[in-house]
């Protein structure tokens, strides 16, 4: 049976004695997709996937999802996205400044994804061996854990509007695909979610890309969203995931919000594989 080492922090684990190349047996994947409800982030190591296993893998937590950047995705692959650095011919090959502002992955869809999963195969390294490219996550459990009665009583029932474009107003960032971004509608979801798989109250609000909330004058809401997504990161919340090469590192979109720390610059080059899977419904 894999052994689970959590990380001493709100959230995260690591999850060991599991060979990921091989398909996992009921008993072991119970035992892993359990971990994964109850640290929201786990880490394998010392994985080599090829892209049919990996997609086989993450298949395990649900059906793989469409990605709406899909010019960015693996060739013969579509439910593969390329976050990358990488550049041919001049041009990103991947997703170059993916996670650049504190989300959860797909939030604007009307049924975000149960879980992302991110396979390392290159990762950016200085000359003195230090590597770059960490990603943080933060619990919106414990933070709607951490917030007053009175503003719990206040979110009751709250919807607020998500605009996946909001996320490059505060960057000015990736805007060779706003059409794209364009194109996807605005989306309600509630300010706090219930957790399909524990149950836990998750306070699902992200600074930029909610732009208004039920009930309220735009600018109050805004300024009430910016409030509580800022609760969410505060540090005693937080993981920060060191990154290595053959990592298979996957986190709880409902759980957690997430953000790519990009401290690096080619000739230093990252490159990941990315999938999202598992329709969830969004309510209260």
């Known amino acids: 049976m894999p052994k689970i080492i959590p990380s001493g922090d709100a ?160 960057t000015g960032s990736g805007g060779q695909d706003n059409d794209k971004r364009k194109a996807v509608p605005l989306m309600r979801h509630p300010a706090v979610r219930t957790h399909p798989y524990t149950g836990q109250k998750v306070l699902y609000v992200f600074k930029g890309e909610c732009v208004d909330m039920d009930g309220m004058e735009t600018e109050d809401a805004v300024s009430l969203i910016d409030e509580l997504a800022m609760t969410v990161i505060r540090e005693e919340f937080i993981y920060r995931h060191k990154w290595q090469v053959g990592d298979v590192l996957m986190w709880d979109n409902c759980a957690v919000q997430h953000l790519a720390i990009h401290d690096y610059e080619l000739p230093m080059r990252r490159m990941m594989w990315r999938t999202t899977v598992g329709y969830t419904d969004v309510y209260e």
């Open 11 to 170: 959230l995260g684990a690591e999850v060991l004695g599991v060979d990921l190349s091989k398909p996992l047996d009921d008993e072991t994947f119970l035992a892993v997709e359990s971990a994964f409800n109850e640290h929201s982030v786990i880490c394998i190591r010392n994985q080599d996937l090829d892209p049919a296993t990996f997609v086989a893998y993450a298949s395990r937590y649900g059906e793989p999802q469409n990605l709406y950047l899909n010019n960015y995705a693996m060739p013969g692959h579509p439910e593969i996205l390329y976050v990358s650095n990488i550049q041919e011919n001049g041009k990103d090959i991947g997703h170059a400044d993916a996670g650049v502002v504190w989300h959860s992955d797909m939030s604007f869809e009307k049924n975000p994804p149960r879980a992302t999963v991110l396979h390392a195969k290159e990762v950016p390294v200085m000359e003195d061996g230090t590597v770059l490219g960490d990603t943080l996550f933060a619990s919106g459990v414990k933070a709607y854990e951490s917030l007053n009665d009175e503003i719990k009583e206040k979110l009751k029932g709250k919807q607020v509007v998500h605009d996946v474009l909001g996320r490059r107003r505060q």
